[in-house]
């Protein structure tokens, strides 16, 4: 295979995989050439038969038209989504069918059995699998690149908001929805505690700068050094008191009875857990 025939199939796959469109400066970093040899493999693929759509101007985007199936891998993309985004995620999204038609398919190219002998089982021991009702229209939203309107049930009381999805994120079978609010910042939502969900805005766009994978990580970071702290009472005998001075904060010494000439000293200290670091005094 020449150069450049490997070239039109990595174009061939890269598009067919997406659903959304990619920028031809984007495209061509990806595929280390030029702009200029982007657009010309993209009329060599038209004459070929590829139904690719360009949008004309600045920052314009490539797609392919509608459900157009790749002869490369013989998937459509929402058999393709399926099977990125694994069984289990796949099957909450609405995309059982699909996957399992792309199942049938890369079975019938391979002989390898192997997946049979493997099970993931998302969801933590003694945990109901959820399966929100508003996943669908968040899904809708995602792909038509719509704004959402919802109620979210906080603490403080159910709240009317509105907010631009950049992503979903499943953890354990539980299921978060990434969104920017209008001229905030990107902030996690529990999709279980979204209600009366609807579609706003014809066309939104999200940040360039934004980055699923990179938030997610940030934000798993945060919650741990918030939420994994505690504050413990510890008595020891007034002989420790001099040990641990600087570590704990000694609270007044109490006497349990007359014939104790050393009552024991209580210490409180909040202790700080990361799976990554070692139980320590704050």
Request: aromatic share 8%.
């Amino acid at each position: 295979m020449s150069m450049k025939a490997a070239r039109l199939v990595s174009e061939i796959v890269i598009l067919s995989a997406r659903s959304v469109p990619i920028t031809a400066a984007n495209l061509a970093e990806r595929l280390e050439v030029t702009e200029r040899t982007v657009y010309r493999d993209l009329g060599d693929l038209s004459r070929m038969g590829v139904p690719v759509v360009t949008e004309a101007g600045p920052g314009g985007c490539i797609s392919l038209l509608g459900t157009w199936t790749s002869p490369l891998s013989g998937m459509t993309r929402d058999e393709l989504d399926s099977v990125l985004i694994g069984g289990a995620a796949a099957a909450d999204l609405g995309f059982a069918r699909e996957l399992a038609t792309a199942r049938e398919k890369i079975l019938s190219e391979t002989e390898s059995v192997f997946s049979s002998n493997v099970l993931v089982d998302g969801p933590d021991w003694f945990m109901t699998h959820e399966r929100p009702e508003a996943l669908s229209v968040i899904v809708t939203a995602l792909r038509s690149h719509r704004g959402l309107q919802f109620r979210y049930a906080a603490r403080t009381g159910s709240r009317l908001r509105t907010a631009i999805p950049l992503g979903l994120v499943v953890k354990a079978g539980r299921w978060y929805l990434i969104a920017q609010p209008p001229g905030g910042r990107p902030r996690t939502y529990r999709v279980s505690r979204m209600t009366a969900i609807a579609l706003r805005y014809v066309a939104v766009s999200r940040p360039v700068e934004f980055h699923l994978g990179d938030y997610w990580s940030r934000s798993q970071v945060e919650f741990d050094r918030t939420v994994r702290s505690t504050t413990v009472r510890l008595r020891f005998p007034a002989t420790a008191s001099t040990i641990c001075a600087g570590q704990f904060r000694v609270e007044s010494p109490r006497r349990q009875s007359r014939q104790d000439p050393s009552p024991p000293t209580t210490m409180s200290s909040t202790f700080r857990w990361s799976p990554w670091t070692s139980l320590s005094p704050s």
